[in-house]
């Protein structure tokens, strides 16, 4: 019992020193995986834990894309930044890839309609974790998180998103040979002027669904993302009561779902010019610009590439609040998101060259921080 304990908590609080694994490296607060390789081309993934525990999860899964051998085939990428607690991103990075090799088996193919169908399940999945535990842990209706996914396959990238994580493409400029942000993910979050009225249309009655508080736009002066997974606090009626702490509390009765679970969903077709992608979660965002990460990976060595933006991101934050890179690294989880959020970064390489020939090599699948949890919850 107290082998399985310490095991558990090793997976959660990371261990101050260095060690190696074949799934990454970990320096204290600091995972990473420099270098691997996708059925598309190359990779580079990094998370830095600032919470007290990790609320940033992330997956990439790259070979079979079903549960049928004849495929599809391609690579599937996802980041997962919770709030509210770790609870809903791990139950994410559990259960929202087996939902989607799934229904892709169903339809024998990957679609935009696949992937919803994904979202769905996942957010149904744990909506029936927030019944089961509401009598002995109501405060689990209040944690959520955002859901970012870029799937390959065929020559086509998919991307979905709900709450406020980023996918960025980097595309070279034939005529200047300058490599172009493109964002290519919609965001939720209502510090956005378009995101804020889509709330008021979407509740008319309801003059304050959107609330600037302490400078800063709120949803119901509560969250600042529209659309997530969780937060059933604000999805249904009957888990936005007692024994639920005040401060979630509505004041007056839910009409409607306040919050939304529907990914945006688009697709595009992959160019020889499309050099790679950018996944990161807000954390990375609020330091850089797109144009600022794509520079940063254009202009340097691939292997490292997902720390180097972590590390840059780190440094813009310490000089935000004019003290050395060194000494914030000092700061621990928990103390440490006062200066910044948990940071995921997973950038991929599309090599072009082999799109057409998706079905070879190994399959690869790892998660950020190289961590597994009990499928339970």
Same mark, same amino acid.
């Given at each position: 019992?107290?082998?399985?304990?310490?095991?558990?908590?090793?997976?959660?609080?990371?261990?101050?020193?260095?060690?190696?694994?074949?799934?990454?490296?970990?320096?204290?607060?600091?995972?990473?995986?420099?270098?691997?390789?996708?059925?598309?081309?190359?990779?580079?993934?990094?998370?830095?834990?600032? $919470? $007290?525990?990790?609320?940033?999860?992330?997956?990439?899964?790259?070979?079979?894309?079903?549960?049928?051998? =004849?495929?599809?085939?391609?690579?599937?990428?996802?980041?997962?930044?919770?709030?509210?607690? *770790?609870?809903?991103?791990?139950?994410? $990075?559990?259960?929202?890839?087996?939902?989607?090799?799934?229904?892709?088996?169903?339809?024998?193919?990957?679609?935009?309609? @696949? #992937?919803?169908?994904?979202?769905?399940?996942?957010?149904?999945?744990?909506?029936?974790?927030?019944?089961?535990?509401?009598?002995?842990?109501?405060?689990?209706?209040?944690?959520?998180?955002?859901?970012?996914?870029?799937?390959?396959?065929?020559?086509?990238?998919?991307?979905?998103? @709900?709450?406020?994580?980023?996918?960025?493409?980097?595309?070279?400029?034939?005529?200047?040979?300058?490599?172009?942000?493109?964002?290519? =993910?919609?965001?939720?979050?209502?510090? #956005?002027?378009?995101?804020?009225?889509?709330?008021?249309?979407?509740?008319? %009655? %309801? =003059?304050?669904?959107?609330?600037?508080?302490?400078?800063?736009?709120?949803?119901?002066?509560?969250? !600042?993302?529209?659309?997530? #997974?969780? %937060?059933?606090?604000?999805?249904?009626?009957?888990?936005?009561?007692?024994?639920?702490?005040?401060?979630?509390?509505?004041?007056? *009765?839910?009409?409607?779902?306040?919050? +939304?679970?529907? *990914?945006? #969903?688009?697709?595009?077709?992959?160019?020889?010019?499309?050099?790679?992608?950018?996944?990161?979660?807000?954390?990375?965002?609020?330091?850089? +610009?797109?144009?600022?990460?794509?520079?940063?990976? !254009?202009?340097?060595?691939? $292997?490292?590439?997902?720390?180097?933006? @972590?590390?840059?991101?780190?440094?813009?934050?310490?000089?935000?609040?004019?003290?050395?890179?060194?000494?914030? &690294?000092?700061?621990?989880?928990?103390?440490?998101?006062?200066?910044? %959020?948990?940071?995921?970064?997973?950038?991929?390489?599309?090599?072009?060259?082999?799109?057409?020939?998706? &079905?070879?090599? *190994?399959?690869?699948?790892?998660?950020?921080?190289?961590?597994?949890?009990?499928?339970?919850?």
């Amino acid at each position: 019992m107290l082998a399985t304990l310490m095991k558990l908590l090793s997976a959660c609080l990371w261990p101050s020193s260095s060690s190696d694994s074949s799934a990454g490296r970990q320096d204290g607060l600091l995972w990473y995986k420099d270098s691997g390789q996708h059925l598309l081309g190359e990779f580079s993934m990094a998370v830095v834990q600032a $919470n $007290n525990l990790l609320e940033d999860q992330s997956q990439l899964e790259s070979g079979p894309l079903s549960t049928l051998d =004849s495929g599809p085939y391609g690579t599937f990428v996802g980041v997962y930044d919770g709030h509210g607690g *770790p609870e809903t991103s791990r139950f994410v $990075n559990d259960h929202l890839f087996q939902h989607l090799k799934r229904f892709a088996a169903e339809e024998a193919c990957l679609s935009m309609d @696949v #992937i919803r169908k994904a979202y769905e399940a996942t957010e149904e999945g744990f909506l029936g974790v927030v019944t089961k535990q509401w009598p002995v842990k109501p405060q689990i209706a209040a944690v959520g998180s955002c859901c970012l996914v870029g799937v390959i396959c065929g020559g086509m990238l998919y991307i979905a998103n @709900v709450g406020d994580s980023r996918a960025v493409l980097g595309r070279a400029v034939k005529a200047t040979g300058e490599v172009i942000a493109l964002q290519l =993910s919609a965001e939720h979050n209502v510090s #956005i002027e378009s995101v804020r009225q889509e709330m008021y249309s979407l509740h008319p %009655d %309801d =003059s304050h669904i959107v609330v600037l508080k302490h400078n800063v736009w709120r949803v119901k002066g509560l969250i !600042q993302i529209s659309r997530s #997974i969780g %937060d059933v606090y604000l999805k249904k009626a009957e888990f936005n009561r007692e024994p639920l702490y005040t401060k979630y509390r509505l004041r007056e *009765p839910m009409k409607r779902p306040i919050l +939304s679970g529907e *990914p945006s #969903i688009t697709e595009h077709e992959i160019q020889p010019h499309d050099q790679f992608l950018i996944f990161a979660s807000d954390g990375l965002w609020e330091q850089m +610009s797109n144009q600022e990460a794509v520079d940063i990976v !254009q202009n340097h060595p691939r $292997n490292g590439i997902a720390r180097r933006l @972590v590390k840059m991101a780190l440094q813009a934050a310490a000089k935000k609040r004019e003290m050395r890179y060194t000494d914030l &690294k000092k700061i621990e989880r928990g103390v440490r998101r006062h200066f910044h %959020d948990d940071i995921t970064v997973v950038v991929i390489f599309l090599d072009t060259n082999v799109m057409s020939s998706a &079905k070879g090599g *190994p399959s690869v699948s790892i998660r950020g921080g190289g961590m597994t949890f009990p499928k339970k919850l």
